[in-house]
């Protein structure tokens, strides 16, 4: 457009930011910040007891689906090879071919490794490893997997037909 004068008039443009505007942009980055370190802190280490909850539910039917096809079949503390319970972060399935009660590195089927911080704490168990009939039962054998991390539980139930559900669990009884 042009003036009287037939000159262009100029329009002056800002460039930049003014300071109200950073302080705003800093106050919104500050908010989403702070909801990030809150779900980080509190919904990862509830998602990882979900996750693990879940794949051990899976690992127990897998265990139970192999005593059917195959026989004997254990589920045990993978840290000490089926010789104790103890609060763990790896299971094992295994077969004891030769019924001298061991488990050798040539009998394990398959580890589970839980996700990072999360522990697996065996509860109410009679002998050192879980033990699996050729008809999937469990021998005279029920109690509970109690999986933790941070403020977070869960319970894996098993009971004596070899069948297992999950149930929230007390956090308060995790160590």
């Known amino acids: 457009m042009e003036g009287a004068n037939g000159t262009a008039k100029r329009r002056s443009r800002r460039r930049g930011f003014t300071l109200m505007e950073l302080m705003i942009a800093l106050i919104v980055l500050a908010v989403l910040l702070s909801a990030g370190h809150n779900l980080h802190n509190d919904w990862l280490p509830k998602q990882r007891v979900v996750a693990a909850s ?95 991390n941070q403020d977070h539980a869960r319970k894996v139930i098993m009971n004596v037909i070899g069948t297992a559900r999950i149930e929230t669990a007390d956090a308060r009884l995790c160590p």
């Open 54 to 148: 879940n794949r051990v539910l899976g690992f127990i039917h897998q265990a139970r689906a192999h005593a059917l096809t195959h026989g004997s079949t254990y589920l045990c503390d993978g840290d000490s090879l089926c010789d104790r319970f103890g609060p763990t972060r790896t299971l094992l399935i295994a077969t004891d071919p030769d019924t001298d009660g061991k488990v050798r590195a040539q009998d394990i089927i398959e580890y589970l490794e839980l996700p990072e911080g999360t522990t697996l704490i065996w509860r109410r168990f009679r002998g050192k490893a879980l033990r699996y009939g050729r008809r999937g039962n469990l021998y005279y054998q029920n109690g509970h997997f109690l999986i933790c």
